[in-house]
């Protein structure tokens, strides 16, 4: 059994449904502390809804870089300036897990590690304890070829990621951001590989904001329409042009925003009684071609346009991020190349993740991990084989950033 999968199958052990972590992340500071490593632990959250976060940074050797010929060094280590200091690569995750859904439909327990058919099951298997625990294993890897690298290291793991959000790595990254901390490049273990490990990268995810609309009318009588106003006929004509609006032409890394009603409520129940008020929930998932300001501002210049009587609620779930290609990207892609030779595809799809808030104090940021085809779906696995295979990827990525192979 290797080290990546034997800390895998400790992980996936752990009864980690979100909020909470279970002791996992208790194992990996271990690790990480025998490695050198300062691990904190961050609590955070109501009593009825506590969240665990770890930020654990192995600092880089600072001195004039010592660069084999041929190889580019990092920028921060090819200034002759003694004091330079090494650039710092984060990696990212979350060691909570949805909940497993009926136990009996499982082929096994969710919680107990299995293996059927050259794969591993059990709930996280792929989302994200097979990342975490390689992203663990690669490193120590590399400490252990290069004990001082022109690199620093850091980890930030939450119990926050599947649930609301509102106390991991958000919280955590506005503490960094309070103490200055500079962060370079991260890589967010977030399964995004399809058909084959290394296929395709995240270097980007688009925005989410949601809208509670309330429009107002005047209950009454359904048979003296004339002493009520209908907020459901008020808000048709702008419902219609607002779903034939184009909000923007997306870019060459995103689609086109777009906007979807998920919920109408009007009415109370009564099939006599026009109803007084319509409530609209609606999302916009938003590309950088668009923000959430003028987008807000569009759609409530419809609502005035058809003179409604109205409130609106808004709630920015994140704001678009966008790595391009440059140092991370090149370093992730080169790693893939040399494990498995595929070209990674680069590619904006998808929901949300962490990287909304990582991208708000680190220049550079990805996602890249296992295949996530049976992500939050009974039985959930991965395939042992590759286990080893993403752990080198991550090792590659490592000694690239820190100028010991060419990018």
């Known amino acids: 059994m290797s080290n990546t999968l034997r800390l895998t199958e400790q992980l996936i052990s752990r009864h980690s449904v979100t909020p909470d972590d279970a002791g996992c992340q208790d194992i990996i500071a271990a690790r990480l502390t025998a490695l050198g490593f300062d691990c904190e632990t961050i609590i955070s959250g109501p009593a009825n809804h506590q969240v665990t976060n770890l930020w654990a940074k192995f600092r880089g050797f600072s001195a004039p870089a010592q660069v084999t010929p041929g190889i580019v060094a990092i920028d921060s280590i090819a200034d002759t300036n003694d004091t330079a200091l090494p650039r710092t690569l984060v990696f990212a995750g979350h060691t909570d897990v949805v909940p497993t859904g009926p136990l009996e439909q499982w082929d096994s327990h969710p919680f107990t590690p299995s293996h059927r058919d050259g794969r591993l099951y059990g709930r996280g298997a792929a989302d994200m304890k097979t990342s975490v625990a390689a992203m663990v294993v690669a490193v120590e890897e590399f400490l252990a070829d290069h004990p001082q690298p022109a690199l620093s290291i850091a980890f930030l793991i939450t119990s926050d990621e599947e649930g609301p959000a509102r106390d991991g790595t958000v919280i955590v990254c506005d503490r960094l951001a309070a103490r200055g901390e500079v962060l370079d490049y991260c890589i967010v273990g977030e399964p995004t590989s399809v058909n084959q490990i290394g296929d395709m990268i995240k270097n980007g995810r688009r925005g989410t904001m949601n809208g509670k609309l309330t429009v107002k009318g005047v209950q009454g009588h359904i048979a003296y329409p004339q002493l009520a106003r209908n907020p459901i006929h008020l808000f048709a004509p702008a419902l219609a042009e607002l779903v034939a609006m184009e909000w923007d032409k997306g870019n060459e890394f995103f689609p086109a925003t777009s906007w979807q009603v998920s919920n109408l409520h009007a009415g109370t129940g009564a099939s006599n009684i026009i109803p007084g008020d319509l409530v609209v929930d609606f999302n916009f998932r938003f590309c950088t071609a668009s923000t959430p300001?003028?987008?807000?501002?569009?759609?409530?210049?419809?609502?005035?346009k058809h003179q409604l009587d109205y409130d609106m609620a808004w709630t920015i779930g994140g704001r678009p991020f966008l790595t391009t290609p440059g140092r991370l990207v090149d370093a992730v892609r080169g790693a893939i190349k040399?494990?498995?030779?595929?070209?990674?595809?680069?590619s904006t799809t998808g929901g949300t993740s962490d990287g909304r808030f990582i991208a708000s104090v680190c220049a550079e940021v990805v996602e890249f991990g296992p295949i996530n085809a049976t992500i939050h779906k009974i039985n959930e696995n991965v395939q042992v084989s590759t286990l080893d295979p993403l752990k080198n990827i991550y090792k590659g990525v490592l000694k690239r950033l820190a100028g010991l192979t060419p990018a």
């Open 293 to 304: 300001e003028s987008l807000q501002q569009r759609l409530e210049a419809v609502l005035r």
């Open 338 to 346: 040399a494990e498995t030779g595929l070209v990674a595809e680069l």
